[in-house]
Each structure stands twice: as C-alpha cells, then as structure tokens.
C-alpha cells in the first residue's frame, strides 16, 4: 500500500484523551482530565436550543453562520473587545474553537511555515500545525511563570516564522499576561511581520475584578494580523453544542471560509440558536462560573499546599498545573499509578509538551475535589517515602 500523507503519519493525538480513555472500564475513578465544565447548560440556553428544533431549525444555515448569530457575535466584540467586526465580512461562526484551529493554521501555513508555540501547550496547536504541514517551534515558558516573554519569542525568531499562537487565560496553568507584557509581544511579532492566532476561549473565566483577559487583538497595529479564536464552550458549559467562532479581517476571513465551507459547511443549526440566547439572555453566566470556580480553586490549592507541591496559582480558565519533579517520576507514570493504584485521573504534562507536571481540572463539585485531593495527598506520601527510602 501507498503510505498516507506524512503530516497526518507523524501528529499525535491527544494526551489529554489518551489518559481519560484509559479511565474507561474503570468504576468509582474521579476524573478530572478533559476540560468540561461539570455544570449544565444554562436553562435560557437550553430552551432556545429546544424551541429550534420544535421549530424545524434544522437545515443547512447560511455557511458563514446565521445572520442573527453573526449579528449577536458583533455586538458582543463590540463590548468584549471594544472593537468593531463586520457580522457580513469579518465574522465565521465554527465548530468550536477546535475548528478555528484548524482553519486558522491551514490558512495561514504553507508547508515548511514555522509557528511558535508557548509550551506548555494545547495539544490541539501542535497536532494542527504538524497536519498543516508546518513545524511548531516552541518557547519553554517554565521558568518564566509561563507566560510567552518577548526576549523568548525573539530567540526563536527565523525567516520561516509565520505565526505566533497565544493562549490567555492558559490552558493548562491558568496564567494571564499583563498589557504590559501584551505591548511587549505585539512590538515584536509587528517587527517581524508574523500573524497572531489568539485562543481567547477562557477570558472570560477570571479571577481578577475585572472579570476578563485583555487579548493582543486589541493592541494598536494587531488587529489586521490577528485572528482571534472564541467560543462558547467553556464561557457557558457548552462543549457538546459545538460552537465557534473566528473574527479577523476581511482579507483572512475570506480565505479562512474556503477551508471552513469544504470542510463542515455550516456549524450546527440547532446549536446556533442556542448560541445566541448564551450571548444574550445566558450573558451573566460566566460571572457565576467564576464564583463558583474560585471556591473549587482554594480546595485545590490548599490541599496542594499543605503536600508541600508547587503550582502558579491560576488567574482564569480552571486548571492548575502541579510541579512533580520532586517525586523522581514522569508525568505519565505518575497519572498512570494515580489512575491504577488511587483511582485519580488527571493529565499527564506531557500530553502539553511539558514532562515533570500534571493538569488538574478544577471543573468538579467540591465533595468530588476534597475526595480527589485526599487520593492525591496519599500518592504524593506514598512516592516521597519511596523516594526516600
Ligand atoms: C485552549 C483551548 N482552546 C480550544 C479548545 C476547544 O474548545 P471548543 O470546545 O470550543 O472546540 C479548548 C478545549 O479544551 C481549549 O482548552
């Protein structure tokens, strides 16, 4: 047999799959592995998605998204972002942001392209950039408070940069960046003439007073080289409605449709209606997730604390990415024995290109968190005395 498209051969999937479908069989296992929020849908939300179907919304829409949709995603940047996006020309709504992914890099990358990449990582931006036959260059952030410096990003700077990928609020630490440090980036990636793709998903789930993660795209000069990433997922427990959407402008969008139109047509119907009482009727949402998240945090991180593990405390989204060097263990052992021999799942930091960590996900009710960090406390014992030993 002929061989398969090389790029396909060589990504990976995901890490953070691998480990919670190695939880499958298992019974009484807390997981907190995939990034999903355990709270329902809001009750406006889920009726409108209801009441579309009662109404036969179940055709193709129109491919870029519905107009009202579209419309709603406007008004939202226009507060959210302070910033004016076209809902005909600058605007498509996508299968989650995981299509924006894609999209974003299959439009941009031409085979050889390298794309710099903050690790730790979403896997999602290694595996796109390696399928879309560009090669991800990554900046080690661990030993600065994970967050993208411009000295780092300067350092791996060549002609064949073509993108930087941004994440904040970050999956897998929780970090933010300060404008300051945003001005500092923007200055370089403008020098160099690179293109942005701002994963924007979590800034909205933030622990700071004013409840939101400033984003590049609203520095001077970023706008025309940024593509920003959002959705609706995680601002509002929708992961399974499977809606996106992309903003950038017209000359990016309308190359970004080409791919997007041959690839999924148009985003769910049902879910596009959904999506506008989420933006609209279901728009303090967030803020309540916040509430609810800062208490499950300080379960977590007092219990880190009192097993003498270090972390960065998170300032959004709702992970928090353990330090276990000390316990003379891989990342993927260590969630292995956890999953075997304590029945805890969380994710191994290599699944982020990052060894010597674990993600925990703090998206879990407080009884299930205060169950799962006694199960934690008993591993990290159990090795410290082994290591001693
Ligand atoms: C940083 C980041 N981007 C994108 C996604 C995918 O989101 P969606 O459900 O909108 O595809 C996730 C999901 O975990 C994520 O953590």
């Not at 890099?105 to 050889?112: E, H, P, Y």
């Not at 980036?185 to 933030?206: M, P, S």
């Not at 977590?300 to 097993?307: C, G, R, W």
């Amino acid at each position: 047999m002929k061989s398969i498209n090389k790029f396909v051969k060589v990504a990976k999937q995901s890490g953070i799959r691998h480990i919670s479908d190695f939880t499958d069989d298992l019974t009484d296992i807390i997981q907190l592995t995939v990034g999903e929020i355990d709270l329902p849908t809001p009750e406006n939300t889920k009726q409108a998605g209801i009441q579309a179907i009662k109404n036969n919304y179940t055709k193709y829409t129109s491919n870029r998204g519905t107009e009202t949709l579209r419309k709603t995603i406007a008004n939202f940047a226009d507060t959210h972002y302070s910033m004016k996006f076209d809902w005909r020309k600058e605007i498509i709504v996508t299968v989650g942001a995981s299509e924006g992914i894609d999209l974003a890099l299959r439009t941009l990358c031409n085979v050889g392209d390298e794309v710099v990449i903050a690790a730790p990582a979403y896997p999602a931006y290694v595996s796109s950039t390696i399928i879309a036959g560009a090669k991800p260059v990554f900046v080690d952030t661990t030993k600065t408070n994970f967050k993208m410096t411009a000295d780092a990003l300067e350092a791996v700077i060549t002609p064949q940069t073509k993108v930087v990928i941004l994440n904040y609020p970050n999956n897998p630490t929780g970090t933010i960046l300060k404008q300051t440090e945003l001005l500092a980036l923007a200055k370089v990636i403008i020098n160099h003439d690179l293109y942005v793709i701002t994963d924007d998903v979590y800034d909205l789930i933030v622990y700071n007073s004013s409840g939101q993660a400033q984003s590049i795209v609203t520095l001077p000069n970023m706008r025309e080289r940024t593509i920003v990433l959002n959705g609706v997922s995680k601002s509002h427990s929708m992961t399974g409605w499977r809606i996106g959407y992309v903003l950038a402008s017209m000359e990016i969008i309308d190359q970004m449709f080409k791919v997007h139109q041959t690839n999924v047509g148009t985003a769910t119907s049902i879910s596009q209606i959904a999506a506008i009482a989420a933006l609209e009727q279901d728009a303090d949402n967030p803020q309540k997730l916040v509430k609810i998240f800062k208490e499950r945090k300080e379960i977590v991180t007092t219990a880190l604390d009192e097993m003498g593990l270090t972390y960065v405390d998170p300032q959004g989204a709702f992970y928090i990415f353990v330090n276990i060097n000390n316990l003379k263990i891989s990342s993927w052992e260590f969630s292995i024995k956890l999953i075997q021999d304590y029945k805890l799942a969380v994710v191994p930091g290599s699944a982020f290109s990052a060894d010597g960590y674990v993600r925990i996900s703090y998206a879990a009710d407080k009884k299930i968190l205060t169950e799962a960090m006694k199960r934690l406390k008993k591993a990290v014992n159990d090795l410290k005395t082994i290591a001693n030993s």
